[in-house]
Each structure stands twice: as C-alpha cells, then as structure tokens.
C-alpha cells in the first residue's frame, strides 16, 4: 500500500534515505524492512524556534514495490504545416510558455525577441558587469528567456491556481530543472541552470515547427479598423498572423510609447520602487537560524519583512540567499539594480529588494523634488513611467557613470549621514558613498528609513551598518497596464491583440507570467479554432 505521512525531521535527518524510513516506520507502527520507498511531496523548514525542524509529507511505500515519482507527460505537436499562426512577441516566461502551449493545441507560434540567444546574451551580462556598457536589446531584461533567464528562478507565486503551478513546475522538470522543484515549499532553479533548461524549451520549438527569430525588434502593429493585420520590425521586416500576443515585458518602454502613439488605450499603474540591501549572509543565518553557524544540512536563510510606513506598504522582494546584486538597466544612463544566485546559493552576501508602494498620484507630487515632470506629463498614461525612469536616470548620474551604484549602510542611510566606507559587496560595477536622502524621491526615503529601523526590531541585528543599500531597485513590475477584456483577454480595441504577462501588468514572477503566457493561449485556440495539421 501507499501511505501519506507527516514527518518532522532535524536537518541531517533529511540528508539520509535511511533515516527518513526509519521516521515512516515511526510515525506508521510499521517494520523499517517493510517500507520499500518514498517520494517527498511537500517539504519546508520550521525556524521559528530553537531547533529547526524540516516539516515534510512523504508517500511511502509499505509492503510493495517502490515506484519512481511520475512526472507529467506532455505531447508537443509537429506544427510546421499548421494553418494557424501566431505571432508572439517576446520570449519570456509569457512568451515561451504560451508557445508551448500553442504546441500542445497544434497552432505554429513565431517568435519574435528583440535580444540574443541565451548563449550571446551571456556575453553582453559579461560586457555590462566588466565595462559599464549596456546593449538596450541584450542585457538582463531582454534577451531569449525574457527577465526569467538571468534571475534567481525562484518559482514561487502568489496565485493559488495548484493545478496550473504545478503544470508549470512539470514543465520546467521535463526540460530539466530537479524534481525538488515540485515538492520544496520555496522552489528555487539558480542562474547557472536556467539558461539550459530554455535552450530546451526552444529547441522543442523548433523541432516541433515553431518558427524562433532573435535580434527581431518589433517596432510597429498594422492596424485595420479593430484588428492587428502584422507586425513591423525594425529592420523592416513584416510578419503576420491569426492573432499576436504581446508579452515584452515590463522594460518594454519602446512597446509603451509605440501603443500611446497609436492611441491604443494603457493605464498607468501602481508599482513599488526603492533599493536593494545586502547583508552578510553569515548574519542573517545568525538572525534566522539562531545560531553561530548554520552547518552543512541548512540552506543559507531568507527573510520577507513587510510593514505599513506612513500609510503605504515597505515590503522585501525577491530576496537572494548566497546572491549577487546584477546592474538590471535596459538603457545608457539608467541605474537598475536586481539580483540573482546561483543553485547553491554560496555567495556569502544575502541581497532583497526593499521597495516602497508608488500611487499614480506620487508621480506628480514628486514634481516638488524632481522637476522633470511637467504637468501635461503628470496627466499622462505614461507617467508612473517617466517617473521610474527619472529616479534611475537620478541614480545612474548619482553613481558616477559606468553603472556605479550609489550606496550607503543601512543605519547612515536612517540617519542621512554620508557612509565614510563601505563594506564589500557583490555589485561587480562598482559603488559610490552617496547621501540616498538626495536621489530618491522624499516619500521613498522616508518609509525606507523608517521601514529599517522597525524591521531592526522585528529582526534584531537586520537594522545594521554591516547592511549597505544600493538603489535602485524600480523594475519590481510594471508601471502600465494593457487592458485586456475580461472575457476574450483581448485588448478592447483590437480584436486579435493579446496583451499578456508582466509587461502588461497580469504577472508578476516567472510562474504567473508562464501561467499567463498558458492562458491566453488556450483562449487564441478557443477563438480561431482547432487547426488542421
Ligand atoms: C535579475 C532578475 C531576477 C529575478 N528573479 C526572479 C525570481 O527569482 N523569481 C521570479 O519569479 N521572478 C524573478 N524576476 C522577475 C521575472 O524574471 C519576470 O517577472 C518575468 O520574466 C516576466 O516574464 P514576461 O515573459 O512577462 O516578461 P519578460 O521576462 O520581461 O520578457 C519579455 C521579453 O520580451 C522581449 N521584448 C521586449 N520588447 C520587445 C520588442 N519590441 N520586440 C521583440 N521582443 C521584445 C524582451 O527581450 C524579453 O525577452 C527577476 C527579474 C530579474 C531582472
């Protein structure tokens, strides 16, 4: 028979097969020699007190045969011949995953992505970390696998879809991400494996008929009355199809404008904006862990903090274990940081985004700091935009050019008081000491400043000057919205345009953009029917 049992575990327990079957046989009344095997379906740490316990739901095995977990299946259509088409642009999670998808339902996608393959790409990362010279089509938001490829891959989401997670999770196993992904409450890839895994996704799509088209900037929609008819790109090319899905992202701002000018409706939208902070990743195992050293047996520790500050939301985002903070601009002159680890996590720094909630109505009043934004701009679906841009235009000048960080330690940082040193920290560009109070918008300033010292208290040790910030952390999602209707998840104008993803404010992480990018495909099938192959 096969059982469900709730184990809780030391961690060196967990390290050994054999253990675990001795806890089963526990835990069931049952002979250790009678259990032949076990899949772990669920597994998290429990650090909330003294001892740390891994909390874990197995399937055993009793009195028969072990089995090797199943891992779903999935039947990708030859679809060279087909005569449906559509055009994606934007190989992200949304873009791959609703490529796949489009597989699956016979349709042939063409992708469309302005950067290189991951490989390329990888040099242009190299170039930006090394020079100082970023290439606005290839950098760590555009290129094959989108935003998703250089990340730290943590796959976690907010949604609770289980079923479409975990056909996601499934996906990722099939081209070759750990089967712990599926199981680990905080599944995690690492930027050294992912590149790997969406080199397999694209050359499934390939091999299944799928046409793949890098360093293609798209630069223009034709437009007939209420449908897109193609696609221009910018080195003139023209490319059409049944129905387009525009899934290019958050950093897309070339794509924002193209559909303003066209008078194709987008909304400004909330986003958060703020810094990124870097602890020793030694410290914050103490802090979490509650010990000198975490051993062999624990992964190094995480935190997510969050609390109200002057009425908004001060909250920790995508934070890094043994990560390195990454210069995220898309553009010269712009200063965006972000940040990554590897599988295992074994960089000694611990990086989070510490970002602020930024209304509609800030971008104006922060006129009163920053005088960039005229009042035809402030009125403008657009300006939570313009305004993101102009903090990391403040920040990049602030740094001293060549994508030098401006920085502080956290408690100068509280207490405006300009770091005379700073501590070592992963940023490979470079920092400068500067006072934050003077680059960032006062209302960003004030809530981090306080939001530190409060998360001082909630983690004693965190609100230290071993701690250095470093702005700024402002791609966290996107300041636009592309409306989409409720029913078809086409845009209202335009009946055969597909905004989907991040860029287009429904996704916010890997997995909700691939369950997106899954979404509107199986409604483009709905809508222009099944194909004969
Ligand atoms: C350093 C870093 C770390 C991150 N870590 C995580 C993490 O650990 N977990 C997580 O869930 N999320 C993480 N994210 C966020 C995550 O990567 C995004 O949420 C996700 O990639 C969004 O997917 P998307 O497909 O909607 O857009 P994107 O991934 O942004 O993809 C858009 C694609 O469109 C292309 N494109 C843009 N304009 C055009 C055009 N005009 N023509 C053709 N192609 C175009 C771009 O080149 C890009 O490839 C991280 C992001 C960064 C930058």
């Known amino acids: 028979m096969q059982q469900k049992v709730s184990l809780q575990l030391l961690p060196p327990q967990l390290a050994n097969a054999a253990n675990i079957i001795t806890a089963i046989a526990k835990a069931t009344g049952k002979k250790e020699s009678s259990i032949t095997g076990f899949h772990i379906q669920k597994q998290s740490i429990d650090a909330r007190g003294r001892t740390i316990w891994i909390n874990c739901t197995v399937n055993a095995f009793i009195d028969e045969p072990f089995q090797q977990r199943v891992i779903h299946s999935f039947h990708f259509k ?3 011949n087909a005569n449906k088409k559509v055009i994606i642009i934007g190989a992200g999670p949304a873009g791959l ?44 938001c555009f290129g094959e696998g989108g935003a998703g490829t250089y990340s730290d ?30 199981y680990e409450a905080h599944p995690h890839i690492g930027t050294n494996k992912l590149p790997n895994i969406i080199t397999a996704m694209r050359e499934q799509l390939i091999a299944s008929g799928a046409q793949f088209i890098f360093e293609k900037k798209v630069t223009d929609l034709v437009i007939d009355a209420d449908k897109v008819m193609g696609i221009g790109t910018a080195d003139g090319d023209f490319f059409k199809g049944d129905a387009v899905i525009l899934a290019t992202g958050h950093s897309a701002r070339d794509i924002f404008e193209l559909l303003h000018r066209k008078k194709i409706t987008i909304e400004a939208k909330p986003f958060a904006l703020g810094v990124r902070v870097e602890h020793p990743q030694m410290l914050i195992d103490q802090l979490q862990y509650h010990c000198t050293s975490r051993g062999e047996y624990l992964p190094p520790a995480a935190y997510s903090l969050v609390q109200q500050v002057n009425g908004r939301g001060v909250f920790s985002f995508c934070m890094c274990p043994g990560g390195i ?33 930024v209304e509609i109505a800030d971008a104006a009043s922060a006129r009163k700091k920053n005088t960039q934004l005229s ?42 008081r300009l770091s005379t040193s700073l501590p070592t920290c992963s940023y490979q560009p470079g920092l400068t000491s500067v006072q934050l109070s003077e680059v960032l918008p006062d209302f960003v300033y004030d809530c981090l400043a306080k939001g530190f010292k ?7 040790g965190y609100f230290s000057n071993e701690a250095i910030v470093v702005a700024t952390e402002s791609r966290t999602s996107s300041p636009i919205r592309i409306p989409r209707d409720i ?7 335009l009946i055969n345009l597909y905004p989907c993803g991040e860029g287009a404010g429904y996704a916010g992480g890997i997995i909700s953009a691939a369950m997106d990018g899954e979404r509107i495909a199986k409604q483009i099938e709905k809508v222009i029917g099944t194909p004969k192959l």
């Open 78 to 80: 030859e679809v060279g």
């Open 487 to 493: 029913n078809t998840l086409t845009h209202p104008q």
């Open 454 to 460: 409060v998360f001082g208290k909630k983690m004693k």
């Open 153 to 182: 891959g943590k796959l976690y989401t907010r949604s609770n879809k289980r079923g479409d997670i975990d056909r996601i999770l499934n996906l990722f196993v099939h081209f070759g991400a750990e089967e712990k992904i599926l």
């Open 375 to 416: 009042q035809d701009q402030a009125d403008n679906p657009l300006q939570l935009m313009w305004f993101q841009q102009m903090v990391e235009q403040q920040c990049y000048t602030a740094g001293g050019g060549n994508f030098k960080a401006p920085a502080q330690r956290m408690v100068d940082f509280s207490e405006r």
């Open 325 to 357: 903070i990454a210069p995220a601009a898309t553009s010269p002159g712009e200063l965006v940081v972000n940040g990554w680890s590897p599988s295992k996590r074994n960089n000694p720094y611990a990086n989070s985004g510490m970002v602020v909630q």
């Open 97 to 140: 995953f609703a490529a796949l998808q489009l597989l699956e339902l016979g349709i042939q996608p063409i992708i469309l992505e302005r950067g290189k393959d991951v490989r390329a790409r990888r040099r242009d990362l190299a170039i930006l970390n090394k020079e100082g010279i970023v290439n606005p089509d290839s950098n760590y």
